[in-house]
């Protein structure tokens, strides 16, 4: 009897430890949440080519890409992500707190945001880092409470033509200096 009472403890026990803290990916949920992501210079970009993915962590520990990138809404709910579903935050119990942000990237950069980020930094935005109380196990899934929303610029700046007569005139001037030792 003894020996089967331990053996459903011991499952208990290893049941707690085995789960994960749950967030509910949704950068819109009533009053609680409100984190719409724009784009500037066309905000009708919201079809599909641009994908949002949350990266989160314990309090102490580093940010890593959780749950998988998900297209935002390209209806009358553009710039949110409300189908993101409950995801689960590898290394934090339910009821404790993690650090959570969105990041978000056109699709046509990578199939993640950290190549996305590698190829250009035009075209790629993140939140502000937000620390929450998971839910999971018997806790309902933590809302994003807090997290806000972010501008993705989808042209990068040109620089002036200022700025490219100077750099020219720099290579000439090092051109030239090169020049110089050469011929002594």
């Given at each position: ?87 689960e935050v ?48 018997t806790l ?45």
């Amino acid at each position: 009897m003894n020996r089967h009472l331990f053996v459903v403890l011991w499952m208990i026990s290893g049941a707690q430890v085995g789960a994960q803290g749950v967030v509910n990916f949704s950068t819109r949920a009533g009053a609680t949440v409100n984190a719409p992501v724009t784009y500037l210079g066309d905000n009708t970009l919201a079809d599909g080519r641009f994908l949002g993915q949350l990266y989160a962590g314990a309090l102490n520990g580093p940010l890593s890409a959780v749950g998988s990138p998900t297209p935002f809404r390209s209806d009358a709910g553009k710039g949110y992500i409300t189908a993101g579903g409950n995801v689960e935050v590898p290394g934090v119990l339910p009821g404790e707190t993690a650090r959570v942000k969105l990041v978000a990237w056109a699709g046509s950069l990578g199939d993640t945001y950290l190549e996305a980020l590698g190829r250009n930094v035009c075209g790629v935005g993140e939140s502000p880092v937000i620390t929450i109380q998971l839910g999971g196990g018997t806790l309902p899934p933590a809302a994003l409470a807090g997290l806000s929303g972010f501008v993705i610029s989808l042209g990068c700046p040109e620089p002036s033509p200022l700025a490219i007569g100077l750099i020219g005139a720099g290579l000439l001037w090092t051109c030239r200096r090169q020049g110089k030792r050469s011929a002594r």
